[in-house]
Every structure is written in structure tokens, then in C-alpha cells.
């Protein structure tokens, strides 16, 4: 076991989670929030420990498999504890089992919450709750990738343990430029999604939070009614996003490189936009007398369908009172997950297909 490079892997992430910090303390000055300090606390004390363990670069840099599952394991575990920090000190979260569970369930997607009032946070606690899920979306390790090659091509193994899809694959000859372009196409799509909800009068704090929460597929929200008090036209963005968030990236990838043919020709995308088209077309059909509206029961049924199938957990309606059909085909959505590859939870719909 290659301890040292574990031990600089860890540095690397205290450190990185002490810039990630920033944004929510930023935040707080701009909305000139007292708790924005615990930000400044934590990424202090991000820095006091994570400078030390970078100070020397290991000399051997060979990472096997279980150096991945160790690092990814270890990781996981020092950016929860570190991350609900802020909300300890803050008061936001007084009790620490509390806010771990907050963090873990914002790094890890669930998107499930102890809270009770959401509104009631500062702004800044709001900002970190959702960018918790933008960075535990695409994954820190694999933002770290992009920063630090590993030599000997080793460095694979920290991918594939940190990728919950049922395998990996390379976008260019380097590991370091996968990530990067895996890195880019995310940031891309969230700036879109910001950009679109500012266009239908959504306010840019809202507009940030709501795309991180998207983007991650997680699902926090600012609103203790989830999505359901925004406009038709901001539930139609948020539901696109859903979705092509479950897309697995290297579709665009291929898209991008303009190999149309190989996008075109990966199974697991091609099912997993014909499971949502199937679902949406029975809950529409199931629902309409609920809405009187054909319009309104599809785009009704098209957002907690992609929700659902993508784990994200944004909701617009109470659709317990939904009739069983429904509700039936949205659990067996929720198992099935999104692609491999791509932000969303679940079974996956490639292991679905095998």
C-alpha cells in the first residue's frame, strides 16, 4: 500500500474544499451574513492540515486499486466531516450528528434532509447545502484528476473506484484530459441551466442553487415547497436539465467530437430516453382527470418522472394523491436510476439492459 500518496491525495482534497469554501463566504459578504465566518474558520483549518500533508510530493506515485478504494473511501469521509463544520459553528445545524448527515447527504446526492424550514438558513448556509451537491455530483476525486496527473497511468484506478457506473472508460489517451473534459461539459451545462432560469425571471441566488441541486442530481432546494411555487416555464428547465444530467457524458462527448454515429449508437442512452417517454406517456394519460389539462398532466408527469428516474427529488405536487398506477411506475423508476456514467443514481439503466 502506497500510504504517502493516500495521505497527499487527502491534502489535496482539504485543500481544494478550502477553495470550494469560498462561495458561500463570498455569499455571506454580499448578503452581510455574521455566519459567513464559520467559512473562514474551516477553511483555515482546511488549510492547517491540508498544507502539511502536500508539503512533499510523494516520491513514488504508483496507484493499484486498492490505493482508489482507500483514497475514495478515506475522502468521502474527511470532506463530510470538514464540510458540516460550518453549520456546527454557525448554529444553523447546533447538533453534529445532525449537520454530518446534512453534508453526507449533500456530497453524496441523497438529497435527503433533517430540516424542517429550509428558508429559514442564511443565505450562505443555503449556497454550501447546494453546492455540496454540484461538487459531490461529478466528483471531487475526479476534479482532482484534472489537476493532478499520476504517473504510469496508474492513476485509472482512482477513477474507476470513485465512478459508480458500472465501468470507465477513457475520452482521451490521458486520464488527467478525461477529467477534464468530464469537468468541462458539467460546468458547462450548469452555466446553461443558470442562464435559463435567469431568463424566466428566476433570481440569480435561486438560479445558482437550484442548477447546483439540478446539475448533481440531488436535490436540494431553497424553498420548503421544493419547486412547486416557480413558473411553468422554470419547471420545463429544471426538467430538460434532469434528464440530460442522467445522460451518460461520454454521449457528449461524442456529440461534441461530432461522432454523431457513436452517440447515436449507445444502448443505454436510447433506453434510458425510452423508459421516460413510455413513463410520461401512461402517468399523463393516468393523471389527466387530476389536471383537466393534457398540457398540464404532461408537464406535470414529465418533471417528477425525470426527478424520479434521475434521483434528483425535485417535486412540484404532491403525487402520493396520484393514483397507484402512477406512483407504481415512479417507484420502479427510482430503482431503475439514470445512465452510467452520468450525475444520477440508481440501479442504472445499463445494468437494467444486462
Known amino acids: 500500500m502506497n500510504y504517502s500518496i493516500i495521505i497527499y491525495i487527502i491534502g489535496m482534497i482539504l485543500k481544494i474544499e478550502a477553495v470550494f469554501m469560498a462561495l458561500p463566504a463570498i455569499t455571506a459578504l454580499i448578503y452581510q451574513e455574521t455566519s459567513g465566518v464559520a467559512f473562514l474558520i474551516t477553511i483555515a483549518l482546511c488549510l492547517v492540515i491540508g498544507l502539511p500533508l502536500t508539503r512533499k510530493k510523494p516520491t513514488r506515485k504508483a496507484f493499484y486499486t486498492k490505493e482508489g478504494f482507500v483514497t475514495v473511501a478515506l475522502s ?28 453526507v447527504s449533500g456530497f453524496t446526492t441523497t438529497g435527503a434532509s433533517i430540516l424542517s424550514d429550509v428558508e429559514a438558513l442564511p443565505h450562505c448556509m443555503l449556497m454550501w447545502r447546494s453546492f455540496t451537491h454540484w461538487i459531490g455530483g461529478m466528483g471531487v476525486l475526479v476534479f482532482i484528476l484534472s489537476l493532478l496527473p499520476l504517473t504510469g497511468g496508474y492513476h485509472m484506478n482512482l477513477m474507476k473506484a470513485e465512478s459508480p457506473g458500472p465501468s470507465v472508460s477513457k475520452l482521451a489517451p490521458k486520464v488527467q484530459s478525461t477529467a477534464k473534459i468530464l469537468y468541462s461539459i458539467y460546468f458547462v451545462m450548469t452555466v446553461i441551466q443558470i442562464l435559463l432560469l435567469l431568463v424566466g425571471g428566476m433570481p440569480l441566488f ?21 419547486m412547486a411555487s416557480y413558473s411553468t416555464y422554470l419547471q420545463v428547465v429544471i426538467t430538460v436539465f434532469m434528464i440530460l444530467f442522467g445522460v451518460n457524458f461520454n454521449a457528449y462527448f461524442f456529440i461534441i467530437t461530432k461522432k454523431f454515429a457513436q452517440a447515436f449508437k449507445m444502448e443505454e442512452v436510447r433506453y434510458y ?36 428516474i434521475t434521483t434528483t427529488g425535485y417535486a412540484t405536487t404532491d403525487f402520493n394523491t396520484w393514483p397507484e398506477i402512477s406512483r407504481t411506475i415512479l417507484v420502479l423508476l427510482m430503482f431503475i436510476g439514470a445512465c452510467a456514467g452520468s450525475t444520477g443514481g440508481g440501479i442504472k439503466v445499463s445494468r437494467i439492459l444486462i
Not at 81 to 95: E, L, Y
Not at 281 to 308: D, E, M, P, R
Request: proline share 4%; glycine share 12%; with cysteine.
Open 76 to 103: 468521502w469521509i474527511v470532506l463530510s466531516i470538514i464540510g458540516a463544520i460550518p453549520f456546527v459553528i454557525s448554529r444553523s445545524i447546533p447538533n453534529p450528528v445532525d449537520a454530518l448527515f446534512e453534508t
Open 206 to 226: 435561486d438560479s445558482i442553487c437550484t442548477a447546483f441541486g439540478t446539475a448533481g442530481t440531488g436535490g436540494f432546494g431553497i424553498k420548503n415547497d421544493s
Open 273 to 308: 430516453f425510452g423508459i421516460i417517454g413510455i413513463a410520461i406517456l401512461i402517468i399523463t394519460c393516468n393523471i389527466y382527470h387530476i389536471f383537466g389539462s393534457a398540457a398540464k398532466a404532461f408537464q406535470q408527469a414529465a418533471f417528477q418522472v425525470g426527478s424520479i
